[in-house]
């Protein structure tokens, strides 16, 4: 009995699966890798072909490729046919030969194949197809701060970067092989982007990361410009990805964004401890530190009107026990960026352009008192500098007299 009932199954399924076909592509998002080709006429009541294996494409079905997809005919796991053209092709010299191409005796051995096999076909036959375009809007944060060495500060800085990133397959036979999953070759499932982006890959992202922040720390970048640097970031990316993305799975990084950058609570801590430490370094800021606090003590006593007499009382008897220190430190400031600013002297310790350093002669320039190599000698009476000076009509000694 059991073989009676295969064998009419069997038929059935034959004539079924020998209608002409048509595919196309399934609904494909802009951040979707792999999506499964569909039966045009799905669901629309113009095919009376209701019992078609999904598993099979008959011989002189016909496949719509659209623009940046390629399409790939898989025949048990093996591409066997591709175009990334678009438009509409016909399969020929498939592994399943359509009955009304005329090829009624291959049908029929396809039929004792399916008897073979309990009445199903042992082929696994589906239209995929690959997105060739960029995928873009891809988040990424790192949950661990990455060191920086920050010009500005001069010292290495832990920091936290958010952004956007787009990713491109290339070599789409790398991808086939490596990234996509056997759900998408043999259960028409599709593959969004997110959904092979596992741990695995964000770890090397990352990793990437830290080692493209490096690279721009070199080129004396500071922090705050890191989100202008887009090419050179993505440059530095996908220098350090290559390797493994695109030798090993065929994708390729297109455009890295960083859309925060920010420094870690220790990092934020040891800047602003800097940055006070700064302002009694700089006359100017000290000045500005100093006239500040008086403001703000003033303004402070006029927001309080029950206390306002008392508090400019306060003030006064303040001021005038604090006014020799305040004269002192403003004066001292004052005096400090005067020194550097008159006429247009640089601080102690630099040169004007074109001068030698202190204590030096200007190229040329011979000491005070010395002849320049092979000039002649000082005129009569005047001796180089340092030696006694003779008295008129006596010569050195052991020189004849002069009459």
């Known amino acids: 009995m059991g073989i009676i009932s295969a064998a009419i199954n069997s038929v059935g399924g034959v004539l079924s699966d020998s209608y002409l076909e048509a595919y196309r592509p399934s609904k494909m998002g802009p951040r979707t890798a792999v999506a499964p080709g569909i039966f045009a006429d799905s669901g629309q009541g113009r095919n009376t072909n209701t019992k078609r294996s999904s598993n099979v494409i008959s011989n002189g079905s016909i496949i719509q490729v659209d623009s940046g997809q390629l399409m790939c005919l898989v025949d048990g796991g093996r591409v066997v046919d591709y175009s990334t053209v678009p438009g509409y092709y016909k399969v020929e010299n498939s592994s399943s030969p359509s009955l ?20 199903n ?11 060739l375009r960029a995928m873009e809007g891809i988040k990424f944060g790192t949950k661990s701060p990455v060191p920086y060495y920050d010009e500005h500060y001069k010292i290495d800085v832990q920091v936290k970067a958010f952004g956007t990133f787009s990713i491109q397959i290339v070599e789409p036979w790398k991808f086939f092989n490596a990234v996509i999953p056997h759900e998408c070759i043999f259960d028409g499932k599709s593959l969004e982007v997110d959904e092979f982006l596992d741990d695995t890959f964000m770890s090397e992202y990352i990793g990437a990361l830290g080692e493209a922040l490096s690279s721009i720390s ?27 993305w695109r030798q090993d799975r065929g994708l390729e990084i297109k455009n890295v964004g960083i859309t925060s950058i920010t420094y870690d609570e220790d990092t934020k801590k040891l800047l602003q401890e800097r940055n006070r430490v700064a302002i009694y370094n700089d006359p100017s800021m000290r000045e500005t530190f100093v006239q500040t606090s008086v403001a703000r003590g003033i303004e402070a006593a006029g927001s309080n009107p029950n206390g306002a007499a008392a508090a400019f009382m306060g003030v006064g008897m303040g001021m005038g026990a604090t006014q020799g220190f305040m004269n002192t430190s403003s004066q001292a400031n004052m005096q400090q960026m005067q ?37 002649p000698q000082q005129p009569y009476g005047q001796q180089p500098y340092g030696q006694p000076q003779q008295p008129y009509g006596q010569q050195p000694y052991g020189q004849p007299q002069q009459p």
């Open 100 to 119: 009304m191409n005329g090829e009624f005796g291959g049908a029929l051995r396809d039929g004792w194949d399916r008897i073979r096999f309990g009445g």
């Open 121 to 131: 076909t042992y082929h696994e036959q589906r239209v995929i197809y690959i997105n």
């Open 218 to 244: 070199m080129l004396g970048q500071p922090l705050s410009r890191i989100p202008t640097q887009t090419t050179t970031l993505t440059k530095y990316m996908r220098d350090a990805l290559d390797p493994v």
């Open 339 to 375: 020194m550097q600013q008159q006429y247009g002297q640089p601080p102690y310790g630099q040169q004007p352009y074109g001068q030698p350093p202190y204590g030096q002669q200007p190229y040329g320039q011979q000491p005070y008192g010395q002849q320049p190599y092979g000039q």
